[in-house]
């Protein structure tokens, strides 16, 4: 199994972000396809390294073709390659993911990216009442190494329901609780990557933890599951 990530990938993709057509694409897709193996090793690695301190029961590596329905972009082919690891769900909430892309663009990040309105209205409402195991959480030297602050996009003011004047408002305004990790290209094809980015992912399982926990409890802390 291949533990890195080869270089060539990056030197494909920047050769194809100047030529995004079906008939180069046609034309260098034996060499695409031979690249595209060695990466799903790769994540296929990650996914095993996972499991050995996690419950991961699903690995989707997102195909290279762009849905361009409703997209002004209309080249037909992204420019990088990118995985989601699923925990196993219900009792385990959050996820992994990892994209590879040239110019030192590649990161990892986990969290809730688009959580659903109920789970969303229920942190929401954790927050309310009480953030401080959180911002623990947050503020922990290890973890703030690896992962820096939180990033998502939020709300200019309180959501509905809530007082814009709150303690918490920080928190509470959050549409989705993303924590990321950016990697140069040099970092990215070390030998080193993929302990890197698995220790990465180990640092954020106190976020997990108790995340999962409010969102398998009502707010009383009664299990929902």
Known sequence: MNETIPREVFSFFKRLDKNNNRDWFNDNKPEFKEL???VKQFYNQLYERLNTHDEVDK???????????????????????????HRKKPELRGG??????????SFIATGFWQPNKDDLFRI?????MDAREMRAIMSNKKFKLVWGDLV??????????FDKEHENIDLIRKKMYIFTRKFTDKEVTSKNFLNTVDDSFKTIRPFFDYMSDVLTTNLNGESLI
């Open 36 to 38: 595209e193996k060695e």
């Open 59 to 85: 690995l989707k590596m997102f195909r290279i073709y762009r849905d361009v329905r409703f997209s002004k972009d209309k080249t037909p082919y992204k420019t990088h390659f990118g995985g989601s690891f």
């Open 96 to 105: 992994y993911y990892l994209h590879i892309q040239p110019n030192n663009e």
């Open 124 to 128: 929401r409402k954790e927050f309310e």
């Open 152 to 161: 998502g996009d939020e709300l200019k003011t309180a959501p509905k329901g």
